[in-house]
């Protein structure tokens, strides 16, 4: 007698929400359909909603799928380096570069907005929201421990590292949509750039 497959639910969960990752950053979201998601997921679409109660639900971890994949690609970027000023500039600018090399996602985040303002439920769950980009914005909070404890930045940078990095997030994404409005009016990159070095100044330590 053949045991039951056992199902990793995490494992599947993360599976799913990629599968919508990739239909929404396609198609849309209204245009998306669970029946699409289901079979790029390669299972029945009943078995979507052993995981999702709706498809409200299911942007929220695609969206968070999305920022793992943005963190890892981060990770990889500034793996090896350790002077914290270089390492917290190199992992912005890859964040952004491949923030700004899939115009699909801001459709995607653009969608998610909608849905929050629409949907009061919704966005009432902000543990869901605040999980969905926890790790880039811990990972920038690191950075900016370290170079305290360095003696790099500032001693108070240490006290305030959180809302820091959340400011800089904040600028980011704001940043990046202005860049999706007007793409030939300003240069990503430059001005990401210019932001950092402002903020920079106000985070190195005197000498």
Do not use: H
Request: glycine residues 6%; proline residues 1%.
């Amino acid at each position: 007698m053949m045991s039951p497959r056992i199902v990793d639910k995490e494992k599947r969960k993360r599976e799913i929400a990629l599968a919508a990752l990739e239909i929404f950053s396609q198609k849309g979201y209204e245009a998306a359909s669970m029946s699409q998601i289901a079979k790029l997921a390669g299972i029945g679409k009943g078995t979507i909603y052993e995981y999702f109660e709706s498809k409200e639900k299911l942007i929220l971890s695609a969206i968070k799928a999305w920022a793992e994949l943005l963190e890892a690609e981060a990770e990889k970027q500034i793996e090896g380096i350790d002077e914290p000023v270089e390492r917290l500039r190199k992992y912005v600018q890859s964040s952004m570069a491949a923030f700004a090399s899939d115009k699909r996602v801001m459709r995607l985040m653009i969608a998610m907005i909608q849905i929050m303002l629409d949907d009061e439920e919704l966005r009432s769950q902000q543990d869901l929201i605040r999980e969905a980009m926890q790790g880039i914005c811990k990972a920038i909070t690191d950075i900016l421990l370290d170079g305290a404890a360095q003696g790099v930045f500032r001693p108070e940078v240490s006290a305030n590292a959180g809302k820091i990095a959340i400011n800089l997030l904040a600028y980011l994404d704001g940043i990046g949509m202005y860049y999706y409005m007007l793409e030939n009016y300003i240069n990503l990159e430059e001005q990401v750039s210019f932001y950092l070095d402002d903020l920079l100044k106000g985070l190195r330590a005197e000498g």
